[in-house]
């Protein structure tokens, strides 16, 4: 889909643009707010990101535009963008996984619901997880944090997201296995920690 989308691209960048928007403005939004746990500051960066790629592309020649590796092209712009906002605050501020995205809808709208979870209980367990993940997410190291949100949030391959990060291969295996162990740790240190603090 994206080498028809980058033909496209490179034959009429205005008539082909808002596909790319349609195509991946969810996905943008989706990192930057994983990695910055902040709806508003998400969706600025998302916008950013596409005005800026908007930007690029109208710069390059038509070679060039059909050799793009669409997906790590733009996880890279919003991580950019995402980085330089990190750096006027201390701290990523945490953010249900349920937040609303561009379209209006939470990831529980979005995602199909097996029968084992229409129950309401069902339904508020789930939320409490993803907003308990969601934390954890947010605490970890940027350098872990980042690769994690990537791989496992994006799905994006290692090979895209050697190009995303201009890091090999290797080193984000290393920071993906490492990221997934400490989101493990203290998964299991929240759970430890619950019964104690109901009988305190």
Not at 30 to 49: F, K, M, S, W
Not at 54 to 62: C, F, H
């Amino acid at each position: 889909m994206d080498d028809d989308l980058l033909g496209a691209l490179a034959v009429d960048l205005d008539a082909a643009f808002e596909g790319l928007v349609l195509a991946h403005q969810d996905r943008l939004y989706t990192i930057a707010l994983r990695v910055l746990g902040d709806p508003r500051d998400a969706e600025e960066i998302a916008q950013d990101a596409l005005v800026r790629a908007y930007r690029a592309l109208a710069t390059y020649e038509t070679d060039r535009v059909r050799a793009l590796r669409l997906r790590p092209w733009l996880a890279a712009i919003v991580l950019n963008l995402a980085r330089n906002r990190a750096t006027r605050r201390r701290e990523p501020r945490t953010t249900s996984l349920d937040q609303p995205g561009p379209d209006g809808r939470s990831l529980d709208e979005r995602l199909p619901l097996r029968t084992d979870q229409t129950e309401p209980v069902a339904a508020v367990v789930r939320r409490e997880g993803a907003d308990r993940w969601a934390a954890l997410l947010a605490e970890l190291p940027a350098r872990y944090r980042v690769p994690v949100v990537l791989r496992h949030v994006d799905g994006l391959s290692f090979a895209e997201m050697s190009a995303a990060l201009a890091k090999p291969e290797g080193t984000l295996k290393a920071q993906v296995h490492r990221g997934l162990a400490l989101l493990r740790a203290a998964h299991e240190a929240v759970v430890r920690a619950e019964p104690q603090e109901l009988t305190a």
